[in-house]
């Protein structure tokens, strides 16, 4: 509660919103505080079935971005994305073949496969349009940015969790109820 | 261990009002996000002056709006790019006729998917005859916007470990502590601070050792997935780091005490 401000949470709070006041951690995020009530609140039946999608984790100080993206990892068995005007970013966790279905209308071209965390040793995917194959991936090295869609289904294995991110269109938002 | 190390020596200088030390110049990169604020001073005491592409339109665009009591144009002529580089595939048409009339040396170079345009830039400074006479590189407009051109900046730190560059936006400024050196990092506390960070991109890192930060670490694994070095603070104004891993520092920037105000640490 260091930011909001004070009319703010008295605004809601008359509204019956529930405000939680948890003091400062230096090793978890607001996100990641919201993330561990989400998962504490819903069944474990609802957990499975849903996704968190957080705006506003992006930009600014650059430690809180790092500090964001690393919920991602630390929680890499609840699905959550990442949301700004410009992107979006999730885990890919490296247990799992992955299926992305592009919604053209709404998302890329741009696209790119992230090793923050630590190196891939093989990564293999389809449908972009500088497909990977077994290639090895890493800081200091190639990573897969200023790629692009070019199918409407993406697949992704690798040996690595790593972070997959698309651009999000300016135009064809639901605003102009356009459907792919 | 430490003894045998070489120390690196970093210190935010450049955001000063008066340089400093004037022997130590640097190469300005400006990418294509907004113009952080002090943008003005850092072109001033630049030795080279890039724009990457897109970061063209910013300079033509932007600049005169830090000087609003002035005329457009001839803000737009004192603030005139050395070189402009890239794929050009986000520069305004007029916009480059406007930098190639005033003489400003242009570069067109075809997309190539493993180069961003911060390192077709950073080729450039470092094969020019200048790159004996810059310190470093300093880059504006690197973070923020997609995350794939973020990504892909923060790799150009890596993939150019020898080379000092520094990436700044308005909130923040980040920078590579190579896993070769002990660091000394010099804290101008009416700049920067007091929030910082460590973060192991790419790799984990088994033992980190700092001092003078408010959670100082000792030994300290860090690792995406588990611990990593965020909202932490500055305590002294001299911090040392020493790792077995590539790390990405990071440190807040003041939006008051910039160099506008002539404050001097």
């Avoid at chain 1, 505080?33 to 100080?61: H, M, P, W």
């Avoid at chain 1, 869609?149 to 938002?173: A, C, M, P, Q, R």
């Avoid at chain 2, 996000?33 to 300079?59: M, S, V, Y």
């Avoid at chain 2, 502590?177 to 910082?196: D, Q, V």
Wanted: negative net charge; glycine residues 6%.
């Amino acid at each position: 509660m260091d930011s909001i401000r004070p009319d703010v949470l008295d605004f809601y709070l008359t509204l019956g919103t529930k405000v939680i006041d948890e003091s400062h951690d230096q090793d978890t995020t607001d996100l990641d505080k919201c993330i561990v009530y989400i998962r504490d609140s819903a069944s474990n039946q609802e957990t499975s079935r849903f996704q968190i999608l957080a705006t506003g984790a992006l930009g600014g100080r650059f430690d809180h971005e790092a500090g964001n993206l690393n919920v991602l990892y630390r929680y890499p068995d609840t699905r959550i994305v990442l949301l700004s005007d410009d992107c979006l970013i999730q885990l890919l966790p490296k247990t799992h073949l992955h299926e992305i279905h592009i919604h053209s209308s709404l998302e890329g071209p741009h696209c790119g496969l992230i090793p923050i965390g630590t190196p891939s040793a093989k990564t293999t995917t389809s449908g972009l349009k500088w497909d990977l194959s077994n290639t090895e991936m890493r800081f200091g090295g190639l990573i897969s940015t200023s790629n692009l869609v070019n199918e409407e289904k993406i697949t992704v294995e690798s040996d690595s969790d790593l972070l997959w991110t698309i651009s999000i269109k300016k135009t064809g938002l639901p605003v102009e109820n356009n459907t792919p | 261990m430490s003894s045998a190390m070489d120390v690196m020596t970093h210190s935010s200088s450049f955001l000063l009002p008066t340089e400093e030390t004037p022997g130590k110049r640097y190469a300005l990169v400006v990418l294509n996000q907004n113009l952080p604020r002090f943008t003005p001073l850092l072109w001033e005491h630049a030795k080279l002056r890039l724009c990457a592409d897109g970061g063209a339109n910013r300079i033509y665009d932007e600049l005169p709006l830090f000087f609003p009591h002035e005329d457009a144009s001839s803000i737009r002529h004192r603030y005139k790019p050395d070189v402009i580089k890239g794929d050009m595939d986000s520069i305004r048409p007029d916009v480059l006729d406007f930098y190639l009339t005033l003489g400003t040396k242009v570069i067109d170079e075809s997309h190539d998917q493993d180069t961003t345009d911060l390192d077709k830039c950073i080729v450039y400074i470092r094969d020019s005859a200048s790159n004996q006479e810059t310190s470093r590189i300093l880059a504006t407009g690197a973070l923020g916007g997609r995350f794939d051109h973020e990504a892909g900046n923060l790799n150009v730190l890596y993939r150019y470990p020898d080379t000092r560059i520094v990436l700044l936006s308005d909130d923040c400024l980040i920078q590579l502590l190579p896993k070769t050196h002990l660091h000394e990092i010099h804290i101008h506390s009416s700049l920067e601070g007091p929030h910082c960070g460590l973060i192991p991109i790419g790799t984990p890192s088994a033992k980190t050792t700092t001092s003078g930060l408010k959670w100082d670490l000792s030994n300290t694994e860090m690792r995406f997935g588990g611990l990593i070095s965020t909202s932490n603070l500055v305590n002294e104004e001299k911090i040392t780091v020493e790792s077995d891993s590539d790390l990405l520092w990071t440190i807040s920037i003041k939006k008051t005490g910039l160099p506008v105000e002539n404050n001097t640490p």
